[in-house]
């Protein structure tokens, strides 16, 4: 049950080795080109009242190549980085540019904007526990969900630790590496007997070991969410307002994260085409991307490809004052990169957020739902029927019924629809934000839903 400090296994450097893959493009005829190695290592363990079940821990380095022939593209990957693969690799990737329909937006990131230092966010824990460290909080989380009155049968809990190294260099000059950690225990746990039980679940995540939430206070979450969900009941259909607790409240800003995304923008796919610098939220509302938290789960000094990163306020004051664009995208729409690009290994870069938040509000989760007379609490939302094109959600829910101000049982097996302009400006927040999930929202209240039950 250790911790060790350990230095990385050598390896070739991913940043020479990237400058002369690129050179090689080159010289085999691409007009520009960019590749990506990421080196990884994880473990993971889980157990099952009491019994250790798994642990597994995987190593590898991925290696991804894009090549440019004039507004044409193409992007390969591999595993093996021997100087004959990876002439292998140059040559397919030029062959495939060259047989790719054009595409007059792609290309590399406008020097310009390219990030001149790697900022340090902090975001590597040198501490790396071994099996029989993850293996004990996995314990510690269990034998306190199993102690909580009402639990009957444990689905399982688990730990894990991972590291990864991502290394970008492009053929206009830019070359950067960033190096990361993460760190995870959970639970899941039954509730009752026979027809009548019920799961839920709990977990922390983190950039450090010391970050991470007590394990024994997840598994507590979670055999107290279980219990609490027992016995649920119908609810009559009708309008009423909804509060959404944070694990699913932080869903608002995912579809707002897709709405606002430069592909839907450009294809004219999203309900919010059209409204920048619109109120597209109440008065109150400030949402915010920001790459450079210390420590989060979300944060990157350059985005992937190689554009500085800002903090940047997606909405303000109510007012939507930004898309979520790569650099191809921005183009298609004459407008700039906002250092948003995500890249894997396997494709081009796409456009995704880093650490999105949507600001506290003044009033207590309690305080916000004193007026409701007959409302639902919701902890729980299943399925996804959201049209991206005009705004129209329904997906089914579970939570707690709330009458006169207060939660006063489980309920389940009920939908709760609208539509999400009209909810984006409905949405009142409570003050408990916590930075927890790299997605993060308080308590939400939005009224003007409909809950369809019996």
Known sequence: ?????????????????????????????????????????????SQRLGEREDLERA?????????????????????????????????????????APEDPWCGLADTGQLATGIADLDLADNAEPDGEALYALTDEAERAALAVDGVTNSNGAGASWS?????????????????????????????????????????????????????????????????????PRKIKS??????????????????????????????????????????????????VDDPHRRRGLGSRPFDGEGVATRPINLVDGGVLKSWILSSDSARQLGLASTGHARR??????????????????????????????????????????INMVTGDYSRGAAGFLIENGERVGPVSEFTIAGNLKDMFRAIVPANDLVFRFGVDAPTLRIDGMTAAGT
């Open 238 to 287: 009708g309008p009423m307002p909804v509060i959404f607790e944070p694990r699913v409240a932080n869903s608002m800003l995912r579809h707002l994260s897709q709405a606002i995304s430069g592909p839907a923008i450009a294809r004219k796919t999203s309900f919010l085409r059209g409204h920048m610098d619109r109120p597209v939220f109440g008065l109150g509302i400030t949402i």
């Open 1 to 45: 049950m250790a911790e060790t400090t350990t230095t990385a296994r050598p390896k070739a450097d991913p940043e020479e080795l990237l400058a002369d893959l690129v050179a090689r493009a080159r010289r085999a005829g691409a007009s520009a080109a960019d590749a990506v190695i990421v080196d990884g290592v994880s473990l993971s363990v």
């Open 59 to 99: 190593e590898g380095r991925d290696v991804g190549l894009r090549v440019f022939d004039g507004k044409r593209q193409a992007c390969v990957s591999t595993t093996e980085t021997s100087p004959a693969a990876l002439d292998e690799l140059v040559t397919r990737a030029v062959a495939m540019a060259r047989a």
């Open 344 to 385: 894997g290994t396997g494709g081009p870069p796409g456009p995704a957020p880093s650490n999105l938040f949507l600001e506290a509000g003044g009033v207590t989760p309690a305080e916000l739902m004193t007026d409701i007379k007959r409302g639902v609490w919701i902890t729980d939302l299943i399925g996804f029927g």
């Open 163 to 231: 590291r990864q190294g991502w290394t970008l260099v492009t053929s206009h000059g830019f070359s950067g590496t960033r190096t990361s950690t993460s760190r995870s225990v959970q639970a899941s746990m039954v509730a009752g007997a026979g027809t009548a039980m019920e799961t839920d679940y709990a977990y922390t995540s983190a950039r450090f070991g010391e970050d991470l939430e007590p394990a024994a206070k997840i598994g507590a979450e979670a055999g107290e969410r279980a219990v609490a969900r027992l016995k």
